[in-house]
Structure formats: structure tokens, C-alpha cells
Nanobody
């Protein structure tokens, strides 16, 4: 089982940027597709972005398209989420997840391992 640790969250003003990182250990990182999900208070966890094992294929939720970019560095066992033009509605706890299938998935139940999350708060 792969272990995941997120970092990079924090408090930012609307319009600002953050870069989240997710460091993986325990299994060959390149065996996994990776995803980012988020959960706001009182809401269900939702898909944000995903990337396949090689980094060639990505997918995004409509709410973040054009603002967020997912990427990965297999040599560093790390996946990133660059978030630009942040809005107050982006406030949530952001989770990194690993999927043993090599391809991109937007479905939460297909992911096999999860990190503890990192909090992102966007002030207006």
C-alpha cells in the first residue's frame, strides 16, 4: 500500500495562488494514477483533478478548469496541484489519492489510498 502525505495548504486571499504537494512512499509511484479531491465543511468530498501514471493524461472538475493544474514528478514520487485565481468557494480540505489503475479516474471509490489532507482557506 502506498502512503501519501500532503503539504502546501494555507490561508490565501481571493485571486491568490497555492501549490499543493503530495509525497508518496511505500510502493512504486509510477504504478499509480493520482487524484486530488476536496471536502468543504458540510459538503461531500468532490473530485478536483486527476493524472495518469505517466503524466500525459489529465482531467479536471469543471469548477477548476483553467485555474488549477495537476502534475507529477515520478522521480520525486510527488504529485502537485497548482491553484491559481483562487476563490472563497475553493476553501476546503484537499486530499491526495492513489489509484492502482494506470489511467485517470474521477470516481472516488476507485482510489485505493488516501492522505490525511491539507487545509486551504481562501479569504474574500
Amino acid at each position: 500500500q502506498v502512503q501519501l502525505v500532503e503539504s502546501g495548504g494555507g490561508l490565501v486571499q481571493a485571486g491568490g495562488s497555492l501549490r499543493l504537494s503530495c509525497a508518496a512512499s511505500g510502493r512504486p509511484f509510477s504504478n499509480y494514477a493520482m487524484g486530488w479531491f476536496r471536502q468543504a465543511p458540510g459538503k461531500e468530498r468532490e473530485f478536483v483533478a486527476a493524472i495518469n501514471w505517466s503524466g500525459v493524461s489529465t482531467d479536471y472538475a469543471d469548477s477548476v478548469k483553467g485555474r488549477f493544474t495537476i502534475s507529477r514528478d515520478n522521480a520525486k514520487n510527488t504529485v502537485y496541484l497548482r491553484m491559481n485565481s483562487l476563490k472563497p468557494e475553493d476553501t476546503a480540505r484537499y486530499y491526495c489519492a492513489a489509484d492502482r489503475d494506470y489511467s485517470v479516474s474521477v470516481r472516488e471509490w476507485e482510489y485505493d489510498a488516501w492522505g490525511q489532507g491539507t487545509q486551504v482557506t481562501v479569504s474574500s
